[in-house]
């Protein structure tokens, strides 16, 4: 049974071919675009690369570029092939390579939807990478004397500073933490000495933060130490005071900033793929309709087109079975059966 | 005739196409002027409230002036060589040329006036901005006061994307009270000192506010106390550089303004390039058709020149012409006697105008 059958007069295949090499045109430009979007978003997620712990959510910008270099070629080959479609002479010579052409197509197109999806899918995946990221990098904010550590300092202030957020979770992350270095420690000092022999690590830990958190839109000069502590400031009360310092965590900050750029770009996306997809249905009903001229003299018959040739399930596993053939075909043992692979 | 080219009918042809091409590409760098002056005027307003007057604003406001007017003649320089080639439509041009070709000098005159300008204003700009910071610094404290609660706000985004402290230097925090009387409380020892240490009764301190923080500083910010090196251990006031910013505010942001219009420069200068080579191009080709037009055979050779007579002469000429047109609106008494007198005068002032030109 014939999918999606349709009548195509001359005139019709003639806009079809038309149309057609209009839309792979702006596909390709639609492709072009998806790939810089793709670059765009690997630059954002490497610019913030320390305070990840893993590239998982690369994937995303990665297949975005792959398919959008990918459409690139389909839809140049599109553009090929419904110039010469309406040339009895030349269409022939496409013959043999429509049928993996359209395999390779529907597979990049089926991947685009894919990215968009995992655009939307992954924002877990991103949280728990950048929960992992930030508590490494609040932990070692003081080591600026140990290689390999020394610029986790001025990272994490100019993202606290850029992004408006303080912390992981939020401000109180930074009174778990030592975050000032033992070099400018006066061992000698009773605060120092009472601090370090409150808990059982030997920290010195305080209810303070560092300048990167204090939020210049408060009215009054900003309040880094004895945050908890009202009597230590005059008129300051710890519970109310929201102006101060940034409330909001940065794990919450960068996932809503990452969120944002994915869904801008997946909706993006979502139109190339629309795009790309029509494209490819119009190319088959060419191809059908033209295929049906062949042989003709009279070029100018009205054919009819379709978009596959049996049901959809057995077209798939038509496409397959070679595939599996060949993955089973490696991995046979060779016992000596008789019967060479039939050729499709 | 001054600088005289032998043109033929091909020539003349690829001269018309070649200054239509030209004069759309003049068209588009008037664009891209207008672009930038655009962009320099938006810059210069973002930073507005730290700046006392608008003397600046003349650089960016002639840059958009002339864009557009580039665009406009170029558009009508595009259009005259469109009908250069068809006779019949080419002697209306001939008066409004004349016209054309003292616009273009004028905007040339103008683009070079604000490559100048650009250099030359970097004093008021510096002055402007020493003003304009003092204030802020002032008024870091109001944020109370309407009009000025922004101040604080401003000043501190300011230093932190410029990377500066104060308007000289960090010190200039020392000699102002930047602590609202809000936030201090009256009764405690440390406050009535600092206000009865100065005349005027204010809260001095030796310290500065967060935004001069330098992230890049291995130990954690050290904002208050900074002249006393026995308030923090392992601090040394003289040789620490890397705890706060060590550049002014002004310098700062003099250099990111001077950078600015600097890089503008190549671009206008540039564009003064082709406006002069559309002028000189369209000279030729408008003495180059009239004097084919001017032939038996109007598709033989011609001469194209770019002054008919020497630069003297043309000048002269010029001068005569204005005088004539200025003398036009004056009463004549007697007809006959005013026409002869005319001439005397005319014939003296011809003698009398070569003395001041030479």
């Not at chain 1, 992992?132 to 140990?146: E, H, M, P, Q, S």
């Not at chain 1, 997809?277 to 191809?287: C, E, I, K, T």
């Not at chain 2, 291995?218 to 601090?235: E, F, G, I, K, W």
Request: net charge neutral.
């Amino acid at each position: 049974m014939v999918v999606m059958k349709m009548k195509f007069p001359f005139q019709k295949r003639v806009k079809l071919a038309q149309g057609l090499w209009l839309l792979s045109w702006c596909a390709a430009i639609s492709g072009a675009i998806t790939f810089s979007l793709g670059c765009i978003l690997k630059t954002e997620l490497r610019r913030r690369a320390e305070v990840m712990d893993n590239s998982d959510i690369h994937v995303v910008p990665n297949t975005l570029m792959i398919v959008g270099l990918a459409s690139l070629g389909i839809n140049y080959f599109a553009s090929k092939i419904c110039q010469d479609a309406l040339d009895a002479g030349r269409f022939p010579r496409w013959k043999n390579m429509l049928k993996p052409y359209f395999a390779v197509s529907c597979f990049f197109t089926v991947l685009m939807l894919l990215a968009v999806i995992m655009s939307f899918a992954m924002k877990g995946s991103l949280e728990s990478s950048l929960k992992v990221g930030l508590r490494n990098g609040i932990r070692f904010y003081k080591d600026t004397d140990t290689p390999g550590r020394c610029f986790q300092k001025q990272n994490i202030d100019r993202l606290q500073m850029d992004f408006h957020c303080c912390g992981n979770n939020d401000f109180r992350d930074w009174f778990e933490v030592q975050w000032i270095s033992n070099r400018y420690l006066d061992f000698s000092s009773k605060e120092v000495k009472d601090r370090i022999k409150s808990n059982v690590d030997g920290r010195y830990l305080l209810d303070g933060v560092p300048f990167s958190c204090c939020n210049p839109s408060s009215p009054r000069p900003c309040i880094q130490f004895q945050l908890t502590n009202n009597s230590a400031h005059y008129n300051y009360d710890y519970q109310t005071e929201e102006l101060n310092i940034y409330l909001r965590g940065c794990r919450e900050a960068l996932v809503h900033y990452y969120m944002g750029l994915m869904n801008a770009i997946g909706a993006g996306v979502l139109s190339v793929f629309l795009l790309q997809a029509s494209v490819l249905v119009s190319l088959r009903f060419l191809q059908t309709s033209m295929e049906a001229v062949a042989g003709n003299e009279n070029t100018e018959i009205e054919t009819e087109g379709y978009l596959l040739e049996k049901p959809l399930k057995e077209t798939i596993m038509e496409y397959i079975e070679p595939v599996m053939k060949f993955f089973l075909l490696t991995n046979q043992v060779e016992e000596g059966t008789p019967g060479a692979p039939a050729s499709t | 005739m001054l600088l005289k080219i032998k043109f033929s009918q091909q020539r003349r042809v690829h001269l018309a196409q070649g200054l239509w091409l030209l004069s759309w590409m003049a068209v588009m760098w008037g664009v891209i002027i207008f672009c930038l002056g655009v962009y320099l005027k938006t810059e210069l307003l973002r930073r507005a409230e730290v700046m006392d007057n608008t003397e600046i604003h003349v650089v960016p406001n002639i840059l958009m002036m002339v864009g557009l007017a580039s665009i406009g003649t170029n558009w009508v320089a595009s259009r005259a060589c469109q009908d250069s080639l068809d006779a019949t439509r080419f002697p209306r041009w001939k008066v409004f040329l004349l016209a054309w070709f003292a616009v273009a000098a004028v905007l040339c005159c103008l683009l070079i006036a604000v490559v100048v300008l650009s250099y030359a204003l970097q004093g008021s700009l510096e002055e402007s901005l020493k003003v304009g910071l003092r204030n802020g610094i002032r008024f870091y404290k109001d944020t109370d006061v309407p009009g000025r609660c922004f101040q604080k706000e401003t000043i501190d985004r300011l230093q932190m994307e410029f990377r500066c402290c104060g308007n000289s230097n960090f010190k200039d925090w020392f000699e102002v009270q930047w602590v609202n009387n809000r936030y201090l409380d009256f009764t405690s020892k440390d406050v009535k000192d600092r206000i009865r240490s100065n005349v005027d009764g204010r809260y001095l301190l030796d310290g500065v506010p967060f935004s001069c923080c330098n992230p890049a500083s291995p130990r954690p910010c050290l904002q208050l106390q900074l002249t006393d090196n026995s308030a923090h251990y392992n601090y040394e006031y003289q040789s620490e550089e890397l705890n706060l910013y060590s550049r002014g505010c002004r310098q700062a942001l003099t250099d990111y303004f001077m950078e600015l219009m600097n890089s503008t420069g190549p671009g206008v200068l540039s564009v003064v390039l082709i406006q002069l080579s559309v002028c000189l191009s369209l000279r030729y080709l408008q003495t180059a058709v009239e004097g084919a037009m001017a032939l038996e055979d109007p598709e033989g050779d011609s001469e194209g020149y770019l002054l008919e007579k020497g630069v003297k002469e043309t000048i002269e000429d010029l001068k005569a012409n204005a005088l004539k047109m200025l003398k036009f609106g004056q009463v004549d008494p007697n007809a006959a006697e005013g026409s002869s007198e005319a001439a005397d005068a005319e014939k003296a002032e011809k003698t009398a105008s070569p003395t001041p030109a030479s």
